[in-house]
C-alpha cells in the first residue's frame, strides 16, 4: 500500500509540474501611440486593453500615459498562446470608444515588448516611411482661453522660422503637420503660432533626431485647460504721450494675434479728453483667466499693405523707452493684474537727416585673388542691404536699403532719408541677399543653405542689432556712421582656406543651479550662433558641443574648425535638464548681448598667428543681462606677419600647407623651429629641378612665415603647374609639399 500511494503521490507531482510548464507565464508591454487619434485622446483620457485574455471587458489593463501620445501597459499574468485584442479610449464623460479596425492579435511564448501601435493604424506612423528622418509634430489647442479657431502654425530651425500651417485633426483640439529633415541633422528648435503672429511665450521646444519621430503631443505654452470658469472682462489700454508727438497710435497684442487695434485721443471710444495726449483703446470682453503681452506702435504709411491689411510696419514706441512687452492678466474673478498704461516722455522734436551707411566686404567677396569666406559676389548679382526699423526691416523700396559698391574698393555704401527723434536709438542690420545663382552655387558646395543665412549677428554688439541715434540738429543735415565690416570681420580677420585651429571653451556652472541645474544627471553644452561658421563647417543648425565636467563645477569642451572662418565666436552656454525634459541656454531675444562674443588670440598682447587657442573661463549667466562681449580690437587681428620669431615658440619643427592654393601670382607658408637652427628652403618643378634657393641661416627658435611669388633663382616668372616646396633644418629635419601655380 505505501509504495502504490508513493506511485500514485509521484505521479500527481509529475502531473502538476508539467501543468505548470505547460501554463508558464510570460512578461508582455504593450505600447501605444494616439498620434492617429481623431483628437480625443489626452492625458486626463482612459486607455483600456481588452481582448481574449480578459473576455473582452474589464478595466483592469489600464494604460499608463507618458506624456502626450506616448501609453504603456506591461501585465505578468499571460500564459503562453495566442490573442486577440482592441484599444479602448474612455472620456471624460465615461463614452466608451472601440477601434474600428479589425482586432489585433499576438502570440505570447516569452517575456516580449510588442512593437508600438497606433491607434486604428497598426504599427503604421501617421506618416510616409522615406529616406529621411520623419518626425510629426501635434498640439492642443484645449489650453489656449478664447482660442477662437484660428489656424495653427509651426516653425523652426527647418522652415528658417517662418510658420507652416498645421492641419486640423476632424472637430478635435489637435493640429499636426509633419516634417522630413536630412538624415544627418541631430536636432531642430521650434515653437508653435496662432493666428498671424501669435507666438508661443515660452523658450524654443527641443527635439533630438535620430529617426523617424512621433513628438509627444503639446499643449500651448506646456499650459493645460483650466478648471477655472472661463470670464470675459473689459480692458482699458492707454499710451500716454508727454511730448504731444504722435499722429496714430494704434495697439497690437496676444489679445488680436497682434494685429492693429485703433488708439483714440480724441475724447471718443472710451478716451475721455480730446488732444490731451492720452492715447485710449477699450478691449471688449478680454477673455480670462489668461495673460497677455501687449505694446503699440505709431502708425504710418508702412502699417498697412495697401490693401487694407496689416504689416509689420510703423514705429514700435516702447522700443524708444527701451522696455520691454507690456503684459497684464485676468483673474478667475474677472480682476486686472500687470500694466495697462505706458508714458512715452518727451523726446524732442522729429528731425531728419541722411544717414550714410557703410560696410566693408573684403572678406566675404568671391571673386578672383579673394582670401577670406567665398560667398558674395557681384558678378552674380548678389546684393549688400541695410535692413532696419527705419525702414521696416525689409527691402520693399530699394532707395532705403541697397547698398552700392565704390569703384575700385571692396566698400558698399547707402546714403537715405531717417526721420526720427535726436536722442532715440534706431536698430538695423546688414544683410546680404543671394541671387538665385549663388545659392544653386553654395548648396553645390557646402549643402542647402538657411534661408536667413544673410542676417549679421554682430559680434560687437553681442549678436544684436546694430544702433544709431540721429543726435542734434548740427545743420548739416548727415550722419555718417562709422565703417563697419559685415559681421564685423576686417580685411585679415579669416583664418584663412583649410588652416585648422582648435579652441578650448571652459564655463562655470554655479550660477545654473537657480535655474535647476543638476550637476550629477545633466549635461553641458555649448550652442554655436555664427550662421556662417556652422554654415562652412557643415553643422546643424541647432549643432550643440557638450562639455566634459572638470569635477570643480566648471566644464571644458575642445572644438576644431577647418578655415575659412571668422576670428570670432559668437555662442551661448546651456545644458539639458533631465528632469524637465528641457534645454536651458544663456541669453534671448534680438538686443545687445544675445550671445556672447570671443575672439581667438594667442596671448594677452594680441599680437599672434593662427594657432591654437584656449579662451578664458566663462561663468554661466541665468537672467536677463546681455551676455559678456569681449572687446573689441581691430588691431588684434591675427595675421600672417613675418618673422614672428621667439614670440611662438613652437615644440617641435614644422611646415604648415601654402596658402592660397592653388594659387596666382603668389603664396606663403609658415615653418616653425623648436630650438636655434639653420633652415634652408628649396622650390622644384614637375621634373624635380631646383628653381629656388633660399638659405635663412641661423634662426631663434620661432616660426615664420615664407612668402613666394611665383619666380625662380633669376627672378623670372615660372609657368603654370605644379611645384613642390621643401623645409630642410640640417639632418634634423626634411618636409616636402605641394602646390599649383594658375595663371
Not at 505521479?11 to 512578461?27: E, G, H, P, W
Not at 508591454?29 to 481582448?51: H, K, Q
Amino acid at each position: 500500500m505505501l509504495k502504490e500511494y508513493e506511485m500514485k503521490n509521484q505521479l500527481f507531482k509529475t502531473f502538476m509540474a508539467s501543468v505548470l510548464i505547460s501554463f508558464s507565464y510570460a512578461s508582455v508591454t504593450f505600447n501605444l501611440n494616439t498620434s492617429t487619434a481623431p483628437g480625443f485622446t489626452d492625458s486626463t483620457s482612459t486607455i483600456l486593453i481588452r481582448g481574449t485574455m480578459n473576455n473582452w471587458s474589464g478595466n483592469e489593463w489600464e494604460m499608463s500615459n507618458l506624456g502626450g501620445d506616448y501609453w504603456v501597459f506591461t501585465s505578468d499574468t499571460l500564459s503562453d498562446g495566442d490573442y486577440e485584442y482592441k484599444y479602448v479610449v474612455i472620456d471624460a464623460l465615461d463614452t466608451e470608444s472601440w477601434e474600428s479596425t479589425d482586432n489585433r492579435s499576438m502570440s505570447v511564448s516569452s517575456n516580449t515588448n510588442l512593437p508600438q501601435d497606433y491607434w486604428e493604424n497598426g504599427t503604421t506612423p501617421p506618416y510616409t516611411e522615406t529616406d529621411s528622418i520623419d518626425v510629426w509634430f501635434r498640439i492642443s489647442t484645449a489650453g489656449i482661453v478664447g482660442y477662437d479657431g484660428d489656424t495653427m502654425f509651426v516653425a523652426g530651425y527647418m522652415n528658417s522660422w517662418n510658420g507652416e500651417p498645421l492641419v486640423k485633426e476632424g472637430d478635435s483640439d489637435f493640429w499636426s503637420r509633419q516634417y522630413s529633415f536630412d538624415p544627418a541633422g541631430t536636432g531642430i528648435g521650434y515653437k508653435f503660432q496662432h493666428g498671424f503672429g501669435g507666438w508661443e511665450s515660452i523658450p524654443n521646444r527641443t527635439a533630438e533626431l535620430t529617426s523617424d519621430t512621433t513628438l509627444s503631443w503639446v499643449y500651448w505654452d506646456n499650459i493645460p485647460p483650466s478648471n477655472a470658469e472661463t470670464v470675459y472682462t473689459n480692458v482699458t489700454l492707454t499710451v500716454v504721450d508727454e511730448g504731444l508727438s504722435f499722429q496714430d497710435i494704434q495697439f497690437k497684442g496676444q489679445f488680436s494675434n497682434w494685429n492693429f487695434i485703433q488708439g483714440y485721443d480724441d475724447g471718443t471710444n472710451g478716451d475721455e479728453i480730446a488732444n490731451d495726449g492720452i492715447w485710449t483703446a477699450v478691449l471688449d470682453s478680454v477673455v480670462g483667466p489668461n495673460s497677455y503681452e501687449w505694446g503699440a506702435v505709431e502708425c504710418d504709411s508702412t502699417c498697412y499693405d495697401g490693401i487694407g491689411n496689416d504689416n509689420e510696419g510703423g514705429m514700435w514706441l516702447l522700443g524708444l523707452i527701451s522696455e520691454p512687452n507690456q503684459e497684464f492678466s485676468i483673474e478667475e474673478d474677472g480682476s486686472i493684474n500687470g500694466s495697462t498704461s505706458f508714458t512715452i516722455p518727451y523726446l524732442g522734436d522729429e528731425i531728419t537727416k541722411t544717414v550714410i551707411f557703410s560696410v566693408d566686404m573684403t572678406e566675404w567677396l568671391d571673386e578672383e585673388n579673394s582670401t577670406g569666406i567665398p560667398v558674395f559676389s557681384v558678378s552674380r548679382g548678389d546684393q549688400m542691404q541695410v535692413r532696419g526699423a527705419f525702414n521696416g526691416w525689409n527691402c520693399d523700396n530699394p532707395a532705403d536699403c541697397e547698398m552700392t559698391r565704390t569703384p575700385g574698393t571692396n566698400l558698399f555704401s547707402l546714403a537715405t532719408s531717417v526721420t526720427g527723434y535726436p536722442n532715440t536709438e534706431t536698430e538695423f542690420k546688414y544683410f546680404m541677399e543671394h541671387d538665385s545663382s549663388s545659392i544653386d552655387l553654395l548648396s553645390q558646395t557646402y549643402g542647402d543653405i538657411y534661408n536667413d543665412i544673410g542676417w549679421e549677428d554682430s559680434p560687437q554688439f553681442g549678436g544684436g542689432n546694430r544702433y544709431f541715434t540721429l543726435g542734434a540738429d548740427d545743420g548739416t543735415g548727415l550722419l555718417e556712421l562709422p565703417l563697419s565690416g559685415y559681421y564685423d570681420l576686417p580685411s585679415g580677420g579669416v583664418v584663412p582656406c583649410c588652416r585648422t585651429v582648435g579652441l578650448s571653451f571652459h564655463v562655470d556652472m554655479i550660477h545654473a543651479i537657480e535655474q535647476g541645474f543638476n550637476a550629477s544627471e545633466d549635461s553641458v553644452y555649448i550652442s554655436f550662433k555664427d550662421r556662417w561658421l556652422k554654415y562652412l563647417q557643415g553643422l546643424g543648425d541647432d549643432y550643440k558641443v557638450y562639455a566634459t565636467p572638470n569635477g570643480d563645477g566648471s566644464y571644458s569642451l575642445d572644438a576644431s574648425f577647418v578655415g575659412p572662418f571668422p576670428w570670432h565666436m559668437t555662442y551661448t552656454w546651456g545644458f539639458y535638464d533631465v528632469s524637465e525634459v528641457a534645454y536651458i541656454e544663456e541669453g534671448g531675444g534680438f538686443g545687445f548681448g544675445r550671445f556672447r562674443a570671443r575672439y581667438h588670440h594667442a596671448n594677452a598682447n594680441n599680437d599672434c598667428w593662427w594657432r591654437d587657442y584656449s579662451f578664458p573661463q566663462d561663468t554661466f549667466q541665468v537672467e536677463d543681462p546681455p551676455l559678456p562681449v569681449e572687446d573689441f580690437n581691430p588691431d588684434s587681428i591675427c595675421i600672417p606677419l613675418a618673422g614672428l620669431g621667439d614670440e611662438m615658440i613652437p615644440d617641435e619643427y614644422f611646415l604648415s600647407d601654402n596658402y592660397p592654393n592653388p594659387f596666382n601670382p603668389a603664396t606663403s607658408f609658415t615653418f616653425g623651429i623648436s630650438s636655434s637652427s639653420e633652415v634652408n628652403i628649396n622650390i622644384y618643378n614637375i621634373l624635380g629641378q631646383k628653381i629656388f634657393a633660399f638659405n635663412k641661416g641661423k634662426l631663434d627658435a620661432g616660426t615664420y612665415e615664407f612668402n613666394w611669388n611665383g619666380v625662380n633663382q633669376n627672378g623670372e616668372q615660372v609657368t603654370t603647374g605644379i611645384y613642390f616646396y621643401e623645409m630642410e633644418v640640417g639632418n634634423d629635419f626634411q618636409d616636402i609639399k605641394k602646390m599649383t601655380l594658375l595663371k
